[in-house]
């Protein structure tokens, strides 16, 4: 499960909060960063959990993807390692 400094960062990746304890209510917003509401807030622990599952899928998807590679030109991930790559 995602925690509230995931959560923040998923919703205002550029900042413009502080947050002081662990909910919705310890948030204040500086001036530039536009707020979110307590419901955007609570429902982004669900979406940054689906967002991080997508890219957790992804990154296994293109590691598997690059194995593949490796394996029909005859090499594998040790061999890899041994040329300093």
Known sequence: ???????LSFLRPNGGYVQVGQSYDGITFEPQC????????????????????????????????????LEALGLTADDLKALGL
């Open 34 to 69: 536009e707020p979110f509401t307590k419901a955007e807030y609570e429902a982004g622990f669900a979406a940054y959990d689906a967002w991080k599952a997508e890219q957790d899928a992804q990154m296994a998807a293109e590691k598997a993807s690059a194995t593949a590679k």
């Open 1 to 7: 499960m995602a925690t509230n400094i995931e959560v």
